[in-house]
């Protein structure tokens, strides 16, 4: 008798995670390393939230919760969905996690059944496979080309539905790409999802608020009214607020999927943080005016970042809507060797030769699914980054 269970063997640990590690392992001996590998913002979070956790603690708010959260802060939801994207949900239909990524991963364990498919476009936050894979589905990638802005279309979706589908998982902005997908392409997917009702739509609306040069964020639910029965409605207060330690992440859905949601739940962690859901109350129903001028820090990010890679030897770098993520190619570098006498065939190889000669924390995109490409989280200071794609200037000009 095996002691690990089989379903382990079907995933694998977070790149993601792997290459931050290495870069703090390079740290602590010694070496000068930028860390790019890191998907948070780098910002502190807000004074006034800040502050309504410590009245929450202050105020003995520290004992179990509702497993799905706190009412205030499901009417902090509903509000913020009727807001910002004319969604109209009840509190029955929303849900509160420990973060985005246990509410996604409770909604997959709530659905799944051997042999579900699951329609993912690549390049994909590294975590949808896998929790595919736990969960007993199959992961069925497509790829939206760098020449389609990394962004399928619904000829790509119409090919890759089968009977056996039950999910599309889309992400806008992405992560790794930051492209985000406008109104009308989301129509044209809504189009070929009306003709398959049986395939529910999980939108992960985590990038919402981090979008540029105007580009205006819609979610599937708000473009096609008929599609809000059976999708997911995903958010949190990680990036837009600066809160990935607090771990608060959200969805509106059926009620039905809810209170499936909330089962699986209630048999892991319980409720999220206490203190926590105070905290997120007020992020959502307090004042907003950081939230556009965090993403004009970001924009500059993007700018100076785009501009310095597309001046590397052998790397394009596309301009994203949105996220804080950049997702340049790297084709035009491999076949050749590294100063340090590496030759580069891979992706992985490019980010491996420029962590250990260069001390740059990047992440391989074949771990998003799409190669050769690398990912360059931009969510630090403007002088390590000037720094950093300097450092990935020099590298190219070295290749042979
Ligand atoms: C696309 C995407 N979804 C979900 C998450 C999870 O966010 P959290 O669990 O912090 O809410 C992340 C975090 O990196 C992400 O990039």
């Given at each position: 008798?095996?002691?690990?269970?089989?379903?382990?063997a079907?995933?694998?640990?977070?790149?993601?995670?792997?290459?931050?590690?290495k870069?703090?392992?390079?740290?602590?001996?010694?070496?000068?390393?930028?860390?790019?590998?890191?998907?948070?913002?780098?910002?502190d979070?807000?004074?006034?939230?800040?502050?309504?956790?410590?009245?929450?603690?202050?105020?003995?708010?520290?004992?179990?919760?509702a497993?799905?959260?706190?009412?205030?802060?499901?009417?902090?939801?509903?509000?913020?969905?009727?807001?910002?994207?004319?969604?109209t949900?009840?509190?029955?239909?929303?849900?509160?996690?420990?973060?985005?990524?246990?509410?996604?991963y409770?909604?997959l364990?709530?659905?799944?059944?051997?042999?579900?498919?699951?329609?993912?476009?690549?390049?994909?936050?590294?975590?949808?496979?896998?929790?595919?894979?736990?969960?007993?589905?199959t992961?069925?990638?497509?790829?939206?080309?760098?020449e389609?802005?990394?962004?399928?279309?619904?000829?790509?979706?119409?090919?890759?539905?089968?009977p056996?589908?039950?999910?599309?998982?889309l992400?806008?902005?992405?992560?790794?790409?930051?492209?985000?997908?406008?109104?009308?392409?989301?129509?044209?997917?809504?189009?070929?999802?009306?003709?398959?009702?049986?395939?529910?739509?999980?939108?992960?609306?985590?990038?919402?608020?981090?979008?540029?040069?105007?580009?205006?964020?819609?979610?599937?639910?708000?473009?096609?009214?008929?599609?809000?029965?059976?999708?997911?409605?995903?958010?949190?207060?990680?990036?837009?607020?600066?809160m990935?330690?607090?771990?608060?992440?959200?969805?509106?859905?059926?009620?039905?999927?809810?209170?499936?949601?909330?089962?699986?739940?209630?048999?892991?962690?319980?409720n999220?943080?206490?203190?926590?859901?105070?905290?997120?109350?007020?992020?959502?129903?307090?004042?907003?005016?950081?939230?556009?001028?965090n993403?004009?820090?970001?924009?500059?990010?993007?700018?100076?970042?785009?501009?310095?890679?597309?001046?590397?030897?052998?790397?394009?770098?596309?301009?994203?809507?949105?996220?804080?993520?950049?997702?340049?190619?790297?084709?035009?570098?491999?076949?050749?060797?590294?100063?340090?006498?590496?030759?580069?065939?891979?992706?992985?190889?490019?980010?491996?030769?420029?962590?250990?000669?260069?001390?740059?924390?990047?992440?391989?995109?074949?771990a998003?699914g799409?190669?050769?490409y690398?990912?360059?989280?931009?969510?630090?200071?403007?002088?390590?980054?000037?720094?950093?794609?300097?450092?990935i200037?020099?590298?190219?000009?070295?290749?042979?």
């Amino acid at each position: 008798m095996a002691f690990l269970a089989d379903s382990l063997a079907r995933i694998k640990p977070s790149a993601t995670i792997a290459v931050t590690n290495k870069a703090r392992e390079l740290k602590a001996a010694g070496r000068d390393v930028i860390g790019l590998g890191a998907g948070e913002p780098d910002f502190d979070t807000p004074e006034n939230i800040k502050e309504a956790a410590i009245r929450a603690i202050r105020e003995g708010k520290t004992k179990y919760t509702a497993v799905d959260g706190i009412p205030e802060l499901k009417a902090a939801i509903v509000a913020k969905f009727k807001r910002e994207n004319n969604l109209t949900y009840t509190p029955n239909q929303i849900t509160v996690g420990t973060g985005g990524k246990q509410v996604l991963y409770n909604a997959l364990m709530a659905t799944l059944n051997p042999g579900d498919e699951v329609i993912i476009p690549a390049p994909y936050w590294v975590s949808y496979p896998e929790i595919v894979a736990l969960g007993g589905g199959t992961p069925v990638e497509i790829v939206g080309p760098q020449e389609q802005g990394f962004k399928i279309n619904a000829a790509a979706l119409e090919a890759a539905i089968t009977p056996k589908t039950k999910w599309l998982i889309l992400n806008s902005p992405s992560n790794p790409t930051g492209a985000g997908y406008t109104r009308e392409e989301l129509r044209a997917l809504a189009d070929v999802l009306l003709k398959h009702p049986q395939v529910w739509i999980m939108t992960d609306d985590m990038y919402e608020h981090l979008v540029f040069d105007g580009f205006k964020f819609a979610t599937i639910a708000e473009v096609e009214p008929k599609l809000f029965n059976r999708t997911l409605t995903v958010n949190g207060v990680s990036k837009a607020y600066a809160m990935t330690g607090w771990r608060i992440g959200y969805a509106g859905g059926p009620v039905e999927l809810i209170k499936a949601i909330g089962t699986i739940q209630s048999q892991s962690t319980s409720n999220p943080s206490s203190i926590s859901q105070w905290a997120a109350v007020e992020a959502l129903n307090g004042t907003q005016d950081y939230i556009p001028k965090n993403a004009e820090i970001f924009r500059k990010r993007r700018d100076l970042v785009v501009s310095m890679l597309n001046q590397a030897n052998g790397i394009v770098c596309p301009n994203p809507e949105g996220a804080f993520y950049v997702f340049p190619s790297c084709a035009g570098t491999l076949g050749k060797t590294t100063a340090g006498g590496k030759l580069l065939k891979t992706d992985e190889d490019f980010i491996t030769a420029l962590l250990e000669e260069e001390g740059v924390a990047v992440v391989q995109g074949s771990a998003f699914g799409l190669a050769p490409y690398f990912r360059i989280s931009y969510a630090t200071s403007e002088a390590l980054l000037e720094d950093a794609c300097a450092r990935i200037q020099r590298f190219c000009a070295n290749l042979r």
